[in-house]
């Protein structure tokens, strides 16, 4: 008897979770811990920066983590901290242990770009975090300064090279620019080779500066890659159901004879992923961002600073949640351009 009421209860505990009107579940939680930035990657903030948002327009961590304890409580299973550059917030490192800390356990997550990284790693280790995204888009020192505005690849390498050295789980996201780094297409996804690290490439997409660039398509990536490497096998990706380690990623993947890591593709535009987006965004001035493409979603900051209580959040959450749109807008050139998304990458957290 007393186990299968057991039973009943996980039951109830697994099914239990965050749905959409479209009917996907909604397990991942991408918060975007700053606007800042140390560099000035071009495709996505302009050389001169930005307005940066004030210090009380951003949540505070405090805010961040009610928000993340109610979403954690409601069914998001995996949290990843990403910004602007979510390393150069002030004490972020007590919001990783106290989101490690929380009772439903979410998987923890960041996107850096590695900067800063290595001196943090032992200490994301400890608290849980163990999935680093690191953004790699050259392994050329030059080309590096020219892309980001600072030097600084060698602290990026050290970072990466340490993070595997300690057990990480490390990807490597790279984003391909016509004319100025889509000749090292084969040297970043050797970085799968040489280390037990995926690649990824990305597909750059027409967001702010970006909008002036040219990406690569992924079936040109790959043919190169083939000539490279040899032939590849398919080996999945774009999983509904995020139950699983590696689930709940749009990246599609493939393995090459002798690597120690997958090389995918992340193509928004061109291979759509939105039937099984799991994903919303809290932006860092406490917007809950319900698509990349669209600027919609409740504001949550006014709630949780003028002293809201979570059965209200949580209402605030779920009606927003069903506004949810069906998919992204970016093939759309006859969407109004209200209804896109003005500010830029580093804004909404990538
Ligand atoms: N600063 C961190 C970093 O660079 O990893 C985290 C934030 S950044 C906005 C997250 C990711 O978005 C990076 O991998 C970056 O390359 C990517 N990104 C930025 N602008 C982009 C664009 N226009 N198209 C595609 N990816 C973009
Ligand atoms: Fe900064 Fe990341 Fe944007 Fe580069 S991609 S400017 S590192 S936020």
Known sequence: ?????????????????????YGRTID???????????????????????????HDEILTL???????????????????????EPLVRRNMLSLVQRLGALEAKP????TTNGILLEEYLEDFLAAGLKNINISLDTK?????????????????????????????????NSVLIRGVNESEMA????????????VRFIELMPIGPASGLRGVPREE?????????????????????????????????????????RVGFISPLSHAFCES????????????????FYPDGPSLLPLVRGGCDDETLRKVILEGLQRKPKCHGFGNLDAPKEAKEARNMNQIGG
């Open 140 to 172: 050329q020192p030059e080309t590096f300064r020219e892309l980001t505005g600072m030097d600084g690849l060698d602290r990026v390498l050290r970072s990466i090279e340490k993070a595997v050295a300690l057990g990480m789980r490390v990807k490597l």
């Open 28 to 54: 991942y939680l991408r918060i975007s811990l700053t606007d800042r930035c140390n560099l000035r990657c071009r495709y996505c903030m302009p050389m001169e920066g930005i307005p940066a948002l004030k």
């Open 107 to 110: 998987e923890l997550a960041i």
């Open 221 to 261: 990536i790959l043919t190169r890659l083939k000539l490279e490497y040899g032939e590849c096998e398919g080996v999945g990706g774009q999983r509904k159901s995020s139950s699983l380690p590696d689930a709940g990623g749009p990246a599609q993947y493939v393995l090459f004879q002798g690597f120690q890591g």
């Open 62 to 84: 405090e805010e961040v983590e009610r928000i993340a304890k109610v979403l954690t409580g409601m069914g998001i299973r995996r949290i990843r901290l990403t910004g602007g």
């Open 1 to 21: 008897m007393g186990n299968n009421n057991r039973d009943h209860d996980s039951m109830e505990r697994k099914s239990a979770g965050l749905c959409d009107a």
């Open 277 to 292: 987006c799991n994903r919303v965004r809290l932006t860092a001035d406490g917007r809950l961002k319900l698509c990349l």
């Open 187 to 198: 040297e970043l996804a050797g970085m799968a080779k040489e280390l037990p690290v995926d």
